[in-house]
C-alpha cells in the first residue's frame, strides 16, 4: 500500500556528512496527502535495538536523540513526498542501518522503509 525507499546512506570519514532521502509512493497517496503523515529516522547497530532519531509532526514539533542534537536535522517536501536527513559532524557510534518511517494514529498506519547502511569510519 505504502512504499519507502531509503537512499544516500553510504561509507564517510569521521567529521564528514551524509543526506538520506526517503521516497514515499503507493495509492494512498490518491487518498491522502503526504503531509498528514508523522515522519521520522530511526536506526539499528548491529547487536543493538533500533532507537528512535528524529521525528517531525504534522504539527512542526521536532524531536531528536540526545546523541545526534544540533548534528542531524530532518526535514520534508511533501510535495514529492520525500523525508529527509541530513547528517554532519558524523562519527563512528553513528554507523547503522537507518530506517524512514511514517504514520499517523487516526486512523493508525504506520510504515517502514527497508533501510539503508551507514558507515562512519576512517
Known amino acids: 500500500q505504502v512504499q519507502l525507499v531509503e537512499s544516500g546512506g553510504g561509507l564517510v570519514q569521521p567529521g564528514g556528512s551524509l543526506r538520506l532521502s526517503c521516497a514515499a509512493s503507493?495509492?494512498?497517496?490518491?487518498?491522502?496527502?503526504?503531509?498528514?503523515?508523522?515522519v521520522a529516522w530511526y536506526r539499528q547497530a548491529p547487536g543493538e535495538q533500533r532507537e528512535s532519531v528524529a521525528t517531525?509532526?504534522?504539527?512542526?514539533?521536532?524531536k531528536y536523540a540526545d546523541s545526534v542534537k544540533g548534528r542531524f536535522t530532518i526535514s520534508r517536501d511533501n510535495a514529492v513526498n520525500t523525508v529527509y536527513l541530513q547528517m554532519n559532524s558524523l562519527k563512528p557510534e553513528d554507523t547503522a542501518v537507518y530506517y524512514c518511517?511514517?504514520?499517523?494514529?487516526?486512523?493508525?498506519?504506520?510504515?517502514w522503509g527497508q533501510g539503508t547502511q551507514v558507515t562512519v569510519s576512517s
Open positions: 518511517n511514517i504514520g499517523r494514529w487516526l486512523p493508525r498506519e504506520d510504515y
Open positions: 503507493g495509492d494512498i497517496f490518491k487518498l491522502y496527502s503526504f503531509g498528514v503523515y508523522n
Open positions: 517531525m509532526t504534522i504539527n512542526g514539533l521536532y
